[in-house]
C-alpha cells in the first residue's frame, strides 16, 4: 500500500531559527510533490510545489527533493509565529491522486 | 480571481437527516475532489470527477453517500440517511486538469450529526 510517512510532532521551533519538516514516502512512482499549510479551523493552503530532485526556493520556503533516498522535506527560514500550523505532505500516484501524509504540526515560541 | 466555494461552511443536523453539501470549483478547472477529514482519520479522499465524469468513487464509505457534478461549475455531496459518525469537515477542492495534481481547497463545511 502506498504510504507517506510524517512525524505527527508537534515540532517546537524559536523564532527566527530554521524549521525542517520532513516526509518519506513509498511509491518510487510519484512524479509530483506538494506541501500544504494548514491553520486550525481552516482549509489547506497549497505553498510548495516540487517535481524534480534537488532544491526549490520560495521566500523563506525551501522544498527539497530526494527520490533515491524516497524523502521531501520543507525548509522555513526566519520562522515566524504565523507559521505554526499543520504541514501537510502530498504526492501523486498513478491514479490522479494525491497521497497525504498525516501532518506535522510546527509551532514557532516567540 | 474567486477560489472554491463551498456552501454552507457550517450545518448541524439530526441523526436520520439528508444533508446536501455544495461546492462550486475555480472557474476553468476541469477536476474537482470532495475529501472528508477528522483528527482521527486525517484527509480522506471520497470521489473525485474529470469533466464532470465520476473518475474514482471508492472512498465513499457507504451507500448513504452519493455525489454529483451537473456542470463544470457545481457539485454536490449528499448523505442520506446521516449518522453521528458522518460528522466531520468536508472540503472541495479542484485542479486544471488531473494531470497537474495541485489541488486548491475550498473553505469546508463542518457537519455536525446529533
Known amino acids: 500500500q502506498k504510504e507517506v510517512e510524517q512525524n505527527s510532532g508537534p515540532l517546537s521551533v524559536p523564532e527566527g531559527a530554521i524549521a525542517s519538516l520532513n516526509c518519506t514516502y513509498s511509491?518510487?512512482?510519484?512524479?509530483?510533490f506538494f506541501w500544504y499549510r494548514q491553520y486550525s479551523g481552516k482549509s489547506p493552503e497549497l505553498i510548495m510545489s516540487?517535481?524534480s530532485n534537488g532544491d526549490k526556493e520560495d521566500g523563506r520556503f525551501t522544498a527539497q527533493l530526494n527520490k533515491a533516498s524516497q524523502y521531501v522535506s520543507l525548509l522555513i527560514r526566519d520562522s515566524q509565529p504565523s507559521d505554526s500550523a499543520t504541514y501537510l505532505c502530498?504526492?501523486?500516484?498513478?491514479?490522479?491522486?494525491?497521497?497525504w501524509g498525516a501532518g506535522t504540526k510546527l509551532i514557532i515560541k516567540p | 480571481d474567486a477560489g472554491v466555494i463551498q456552501s454552507p461552511r457550517h450545518e448541524v443536523t439530526e441523526m436520520g437527516q439528508e444533508v446536501t453539501l455544495r461546492c462550486k470549483p475555480i472557474?476553468?478547472?476541469?477536476?474537482l475532489f470532495w475529501y472528508r477529514q477528522t483528527m482521527m482519520r486525517g484527509l480522506e479522499l471520497l470521489i473525485y470527477?474529470?469533466?464532470?465524469?465520476?473518475?474514482?468513487d471508492s472512498g465513499m464509505p457507504e451507500d448513504r453517500f452519493s455525489a454529483k457534478m451537473p456542470n463544470a461549475s457545481f457539485s454536490t455531496l449528499k448523505i442520506q440517511p446521516s449518522e453521528p459518525r458522518d460528522s466531520a469537515v468536508y472540503f472541495c477542492?479542484?485542479?486544471?486538469?488531473?494531470?497537474?495534481?495541485?489541488?486548491?481547497f475550498g473553505p469546508g463545511t463542518r457537519l455536525t450529526v446529533t
Open positions: 477542492a479542484s485542479s486544471f486538469q488531473l494531470e497537474h495534481y495541485e489541488q486548491y
Open positions: 472557474s476553468g478547472h476541469n477536476s
Open positions: 470527477f474529470n469533466n464532470n465524469v465520476p473518475i474514482d
Open positions: 511509491d518510487r512512482g510519484s512524479q509530483s
Open positions: 516540487i517535481y
Open positions: 502530498a504526492m501523486n500516484d498513478s491514479n490522479y491522486q494525491l497521497i
